[in-house]
């Protein structure tokens, strides 16, 4: 690996996590090509909206991701 790639992959990796996603999401549409990324974009944008609604509404129960991981580690092991 090239000097210059190290250091920019060190200096990706000191971002905080919302930086990198940003990063990484860049990265892969340059791989995949953003052709057909905007039907991709809107129906995640349309399920973004869905899930906010019931979140608003009070018809979804909302677990902290913690929560749900130790849920999930529990019945795997059961």
């Known amino acids: 690996m ?5 250091a920019l992959i060190r200096d990706v990796l000191a971002l905080d996590a ?5 990063v990484a999401n860049a990265l892969l549409e340059s791989l ?3 052709a ?8 995640w944008r349309a399920e973004a909206t869905r899930r ?5 509404a ?5 677990v902290d991701a913690d929560e749900h991981y130790a849920r999930l580690r529990a019945s795997l092991t059961a």
Request: charged share 30%; proline share 3%; aromatic share 0%.
């Open 18 to 22: 919302d930086q990198r996603a940003v």
């Open 52 to 56: 906010l609604a019931e979140v608003r």
């Open 36 to 43: 057909d990324t905007s039907e991709v974009d809107a129906v």
């Open 32 to 34: 995949h090509g953003a």
């Open 58 to 62: 009070g018809s979804v129960e909302v």
């Open 2 to 6: 090239a000097p210059d790639t190290q």
